[in-house]
């Protein structure tokens, strides 16, 4: 019986383009054997990857740490950081790799072209994201921040500025059309750039569709992970039969039940090894 389930594994499943990419950076320095290397934050929500990161000898620092590095590689992940960061690691003479996503450093580029064509900038997002922090250190203090209708309302702004918009790239796209255009009816001189990535979007929508032809679907993802959990439950409105696992270990279906397909799918920080195991193994737990 077993070799007849059918297991379809989502192309979308785990680690998007621009994490992914800053992950085999830092795989790349460990290789290239040029030592000690920084990563400036956890290069990914994922504790298992950065405790091999760490076993390998990479560090994770913040940004008040800088100042006490003086040699070596720091790697900037792929939330990218502001300007003056850069500045920052360039007095400290270290070798910097830029592992921001080219879909957050296109946003740093029109930011910073925008205010210096006078524009103000104003991010829709979430303040305290590091991937905002980041946008915002590449416009002058006039920048602004918000992500609820209140917070767009509460803006006192002179009546001739000009104005730009931007996202964060992981925000709702309806959301942020809805905020743009409650802001426009204000009659300012406005231009408007939808830097929402389609990653997260995408994955939801290739899951779902997934789901809906499975008997079992496998959402794999840390128990914290917000992403992994929205994922799950978008499959379980079209599988009721949807597990969410860790690990393979975690995955223990209720026997008598005939599954004759199953499909897999996982959070933005799973890293690859772990949905291949699954993908390997799990018809011997059918
Ligand atoms: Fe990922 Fe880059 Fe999009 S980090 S979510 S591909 S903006």
């Not at 504790?47 to 620092?61: F, M, T, Y």
């Not at 006490?68 to 960061?85: F, L």
């Not at 921040?145 to 104005?163: G, N, Q, R, Y």
Request: net charge neutral; with cysteine; hydrophobic share 35%.
């Amino acid at each position: 019986m077993e070799d007849k389930i059918q297991v379809i594994v989502a192309k979308t499943a785990g680690f998007c383009f621009g994490v992914e990419r800053a992950v085999n950076q830092v795989y790349q320095q460990i290789e290239s054997g040029v030592r000690p290397i920084y990563t400036l934050g956890p290069i990914i929500h994922n504790e298992e990857v950065v405790k091999d990161l760490e076993q390998k000898g990479v560090r994770v620092i913040s940004r008040e740490e800088i100042r006490d590095i003086h040699e070596g590689t720091v790697i900037i992940r792929s939330h990218g950081v502001g300007r003056q960061v850069y500045e920052e690691l360039e007095k400290q003479g270290v070798h910097i790799v830029d592992a921001t996503c080219p879909f957050v450093k296109k946003i740093h580029h029109i930011v910073e072209e925008q205010n210096r064509a006078g524009r103000r900038i104003i991010i829709i997002g979430d303040s305290t994201h590091p991937e905002v922090e980041g946008i915002r250190g590449w416009a002058d203090n006039r920048t602004l921040t918000a992500k609820t209708e209140e917070e767009i309302d509460s803006f006192v702004l002179k009546k001739d500025e000009k104005i730009c918009f931007v996202a964060q790239t992981t925000f709702n796209y309806k959301k942020f059309k809805y905020l743009v255009e409650k802001f426009s009816k204000k009659g300012y001189d406005i231009i408007v750039f939808n830097s929402i990535c389609s990653a997260t979007e995408e994955r939801q929508k290739e899951a779902e569709r997934i789901a809906s032809q499975v008997d079992a679907m496998i959402v794999i993802g840390g128990k914290s992970s917000s992403n992994t959990r929205k994922l799950y439950e978008i499959c379980k409105m079209q599988c009721g039969n949807t597990h969410f696992i860790q690990t393979l270990d975690d995955l223990q279906p209720e026997s008598g039940n005939s599954v004759r397909s199953v499909g897999i799918t996982a959070g933005a920080s799973t890293p690859k090894n772990i949905i291949e195991e699954v993908h390997t193994n799990v018809r011997t737990k059918f």
